[in-house]
């Protein structure tokens, strides 16, 4: 079900596939809980091809393939971008490939990691290509509601933010048709409204959504809060970037005055200032430890992909 | 005594911790003489935080996790400054409080790792920070006196060069207030002379020390020469820098006519122009041998804080 | 043979040496394809020196190193290079032979290894230095001719392009005085012909070589066709590497009509576009499995150096 599978869009995976992955990751939460974490990736090579910066990311998957001891190499950073000018593309992949047993892919450019995982012969995990696919932060997402509620069905879900050129936002938002939100706002300034492409899928899907413009009208009715922060090096124009930069903010105050108790807030991080950093230490903040639950739902994702099975 | 201990200034350390400390670093170095290391560390991540670059303490540490059998992720050079100039500093330390058991910081900020260790649930060692504090160096060159001359007290110190704004120079310094030297001589151009704030703890401490200007009035007094050099980057004003580069210089003439034969030079690294390399090959030269003793001491100091012992 | 060797020159091997290097690597082929490979280097630390960017050769040493369970620490890059701006050479040395068991070293300058090796305790292998020494490249290629044909003596060799400044070429060239080829092309445009010392050697070990410049007047007698691109950055003069750029391509419709149809292609890669892309899934290409072979010759190599066995 998932050996040797390739990472390319969370549309690849149905509900079962997410639910057993949710599965094993609660088997690897209760392992690191326990400092017994079985070396069940020995002796696997796993390549880090990150051709964008991104330490987060870059740092969460290290650790996970680390964890269950396996070897990472890879790149990053500047080296990444200049690796991304010199050679053709194909042919680090091709490198990659003879090196190692899997390949994470980071590239700015959409289709970069299905062109990988084409070329190679060994699975391909996107780690966020484009402004659409960030595969794996949707199963943290996901993960995360689950750990937090129990389940994921059912619940009232805001997404807030850039829904035009955020990668984690878009899917994050196609995850959630693998579900069944009671309803769905996508929350925005006009310009950053979500893609026709994505809304498209949510339709097809029959999930209850609405666009909205400002969070006040709707954090009365959320369980959910998913916020993303405006990433300047997205826009294709740095005057619409001017246009839209600051155009949101969650406060504390709006919080405590008008958002259900029980709301919890997501995001994939980094934060700029989108989210008052006083929420952070309120029983609403829910980031830090969904940053967290990437390093097990990561670990369950390689020994999945490596092995078949936890 | 140890267990979960921060590391921020070399003055939260008593002569008993330190002395255990030094214990605990001459068992690790007869694990690494025989090649039985034992895997005290399995299991554990310990983060490098280096948001100013550093190789050689970089690496240092990295060996020293590493050897025990942790696994270690993090960023620096390039990397460490645009993480420094991205997302907040205290969402930084909270992804790697959510990713790892310890973190290691390294800032150009005075107080950075300070304010880590608040932040941070899990453990903080500063690896410097600002103009004043690198505790681990302070600990690895009393541990490298300690292992010369069986003994710390007693001994006759100079510390050469720029006192003001090196922070090896500083935190040596105050390490020697755990310890009874017989005495100290700070030695440097006006310019460069050690801080108001350090002198003060020297003297609450009751050290006899002297400030002169010239090596060569004291040279014949001195068991231990501990030399730092200037560093253009932590000066305010390039003016100051010009004024001062080049105004001091330990050659091998001025060693073998004044020195006495069992003088130690120590230094932490790297070296510009202030050691003649001559000197490198001589009996003087104790500094390769003290950048050596960085891995069992810095071996220690981690089994010491994340598992209470070695 | 091996033990505590260092790796400067291919010339300093013997074709003796050689081809116990190539049983060892055998043997860890073997390992590698019942994934039952050793811990053979549990507890040894190999530094990795790039002062010069490669990002391929160190990945390739990276996972040698750790698939025997060796540690690795190093820098490259960027940070490779601001180490090479700062403190002196010998100094960096000196920490990293502090520091680990092996260094591996890759510098722009030629001699660099060498030096290294002088100043280190532990020993040294040459990754690249200047324009002529490859050492670890050239053996791997070796490797790779002995793997395909069975054996490396008694086939006609082409190796075509850069053979001015390319140090895979002119290592790839050196190696073969230690075997007797049928004979050996060297083609190249006038202004990229092997350097004289290059040919001495030649001439001195018996080799029949002829230089030619044209690949269509010699592609059918060839058993190995060895390719190197031209690399700007090996130019003193911007004006030469623009009068010599794209002067030679491989291509599959000249294969298909005038080689071998068991003619090998090798590179040491990357290729920018001195092989036509289409080559690259023909029976003609066997750089990729060179590439592969990289890894089982490397892991050979340091257990040879470090435990004088596989």
Redesign the interface.
């Known amino acids: 079900m998932w050996k040797n599978r390739d990472v390319i869009s969370i549309l690849d995976f149905s509900r079962e596939d997410l639910e057993y992955l949710f599965e094993a990751a609660d088997k690897i939460y209760e392992y690191l809980i326990s400092?017994s974490?079985p070396r069940l990736l020995e002796?696997k090579?796993v390549?880090l091809a990150f051709f964008e910066?991104s330490?987060?990311t870059r740092?969460?998957f290290?650790?996970a393939a680390?964890?269950l001891g396996a070897?990472t190499?890879?790149?990053?950073?500047?080296?990444g971008i200049?690796?991304a000018k010199?050679?053709?593309f194909?042919?680090?992949i091709?490198?990659?490939?003879?090196?190692?047993d899997l390949i994470i892919v980071r590239h700015r450019y959409e289709g970069a990691a299905l062109y990988a995982a084409e070329i190679a012969k060994v699975p391909v995990i996107n780690a966020g290509d484009g402004k659409q696919h960030h595969p794996t932060q949707a199963m943290i997402d996901l993960y995360t509601v689950k750990r937090l509620y129990g389940h994921i069905d059912g619940l009232v879900y805001g997404v807030l933010g850039d829904l035009r050129y955020s990668r984690a936002a878009s899917s994050f938002i196609l995850a959630l048709t693998r579900f069944s939100p009671e309803k769905l706002y996508l929350i925005s300034p006009k310009l950053l409204r979500a893609r026709e492409e994505v809304k498209m899928v949510l339709r097809q899907a029959g999930i209850v959504f609405e666009e909205v413009e400002s969070l006040e009208e709707v954090i009365h009715e959320l369980d959910v809060l998913y916020v993303v922060r405006i990433q300047r090096e997205r826009f294709p124009d740095p005057q619409e970037y001017e246009k839209v930069k600051g155009s949101y903010r969650v406060t504390l105050s709006l919080l405590e005055k008008r958002a259900k108790p029980t709301l919890k807030i997501l995001h994939p991080?980094?934060?700029?200032d989108e989210v008052e950093?006083r929420v952070?230490n309120s029983r609403f903040a829910a980031y830090?430890y969904q940053?967290?639950l990437?390093?097990p739902l990561r670990m369950a994702l390689l020994a999945l992909i490596l092995r078949g099975e936890v």
Do not use: C, H, N, Q
């Open positions: 400092s974490v002796g090579v390549s910066p330490t987060r740092l969460s290290e650790v680390k964890r070897i190499i890879g790149f990053s950073g500047e080296e200049s690796v010199g050679e053709s194909a042919d680090t091709r490198m990659l490939d003879a090196y190692s991080l980094p934060k700029v950093p952070d830090f940053a967290k990437g390093i």
